[in-house]
DNA sequence: ATATCTGTTATATATGTAATATAACAAACA
DNA sequence: TGTTTGTTATATTACATATATAACAGATAT
């Protein structure tokens, strides 16, 4: 796992790296099934808590993106992540709002900020194999 | 003024009201050189503190969304707002990325991320006189 | 069986942010 | 001369973040 933590960062820890999992994900970097490191054994990798990397692992997984097992760990969602659900719209157009306001108030373009959101999506998955959906 | 706080959100409530404002100066309710409230009356209306007002109006003031004179009061800047900055492109950018990575790993494809994005923008836009830029 | 590693839970503590409550000050205005 | 403006200062409450230990129970390997 490749995890850059940002301490200066006024963005949370626990929430950095629930973003750089998702992305992850997103990237393919980390397929269905993959384990995760220990709880333990990231901490101490990051040089963080221990409570710190639990609060992400379990927000993950009420998420449904990872599955926490006495057996097997900590492991990718492997079987089949969770749908666009309406509660997950809502909160998405939220946010979008608020960058768009931003955005149009500067003076950047309806294509603009279309073109955007487009390329960081494709930047992202860009070196994906094709197994996906 | 139309803002509606709600004070069980995780968004604390000085950036509920700089998303509302700043989302106010982009669908054209508010108009360089506006008039906006005074913070006690605001914060009187809205039944929150003086306080709560006055970070919102000093960090939108910080970006450059406002103007803050002791004899005009709090107006809507009339010199041009601030354009596209480098920081602003790359906050954007970290911003859509997290959403995007969500996005994608729930099944949403690249054309309906940027269709939402595009939407959602025109949705902000929409009743805006043919003024602007 | 014994030691070890897993996630989980419980406490306690330090720090920072968010929000509130008062209070006072100086500039501008009617 | 009051009154309203933004501004600043102080104090307090509540909550979130992050850390430090400690212990427990299930699972695994020696």
Redesign the interface.
């Known amino acids: 796992m490749f995890i850059e933590l940002d301490l200066q960062s006024e963005t949370p820890i626990y929430a950095q790296l629930v973003?750089q999992i998702?992305?992850g994900?997103?990237?393919g970097a980390l397929k269905p099934g993959d384990p995760l490191p220990s709880i333990r054994n990231l901490s101490e990798d990051l040089g963080i808590n221990l409570h710190t990397v639990n609060k992400a692992y379990n927000l993950l997984k009420q998420e449904g993106?990872l599955q926490v097992h006495r057996k097997k760990g900590v492991i990718v969602q492997p079987d089949g992540?969770?749908?666009?659900?309406e509660e997950?719209e809502e909160k998405?157009?939220q946010?979008?709002?608020?960058?768009?306001?931003?955005?149009?108030?500067?003076?950047?373009s309806?294509e603009a900020?279309?073109?955007?959101?487009?390329s960081?999506?494709?930047d992202?998955?860009m070196n994906r194999g094709g197994e996906q959906?």
Chains 1, 2 share one sequence.
């Open positions: 973003d998702v992305e994900i997103a990237s993106f992540m969770p749908g666009v659900t997950f998405l157009r946010q979008l709002r608020s960058l768009a306001a931003a955005a149009a108030v500067r003076g950047m309806e900020f279309a073109q955007e959101s487009k960081v999506y494709r992202m998955i959906r």
